[in-house]
């Protein structure tokens, strides 16, 4: 059973950091890609950020330049980086993965969300 696990979420005032990680464990042959995406009430999912295990990154506009993601193939794990939070980017925050389990051919997992908030 493959599980993807964030941590890092919380409050924050405008322009503070974040740093958020998710770790997947399970049974994984590989894994593609991993990232993140963010739903805030009332809209749509959308992309945050998602780096390939070749290291290849794409960022969702609203975040380009504030937003960093790194990965830890060794550890099967992606942290993401926020800086220069704005209130706008309150959402929860979901960990994504694109990987192969055994006895399964490649899929999507998600992880159960974090809560961010960017308040005074």
């Known amino acids: 059973q493959v599980q993807l696990v964030e941590s890092g979420g919380g409050l924050v005032q405008p322009g503070g950091s974040l740093r958020l990680s998710c770790a997947a464990s399970?049974?994984?042959?590989?894994?593609?890609?991993m990232g993140w995406y963010r739903q805030a009430p009332g809209k749509q999912r959308e992309l945050v950020t998602i780096?390939?295990?070749?290291?290849?990154?794409n960022y969702g506009d609203s975040v380009k330049g504030r937003f960093s993601i790194s990965r830890d193939n060794a550890k099967n794990t992606v942290y993401l980086q926020m800086n220069s939070l704005k209130p706008e980017d309150t959402a929860v925050y979901y960990c994504?993965?694109?990987?192969?389990?055994?006895?399964?051919?490649?899929?999507?997992?998600w992880g159960q969300g974090t809560q961010v908030t960017v308040s005074s």
């Open positions: 994504y993965a694109r990987l192969l389990a055994p006895m399964k051919s490649w899929d999507d997992y």
């Open positions: 399970g049974s994984i042959f590989s894994i593609y890609s």
């Open positions: 780096i390939t295990n070749g290291g290849s990154i």
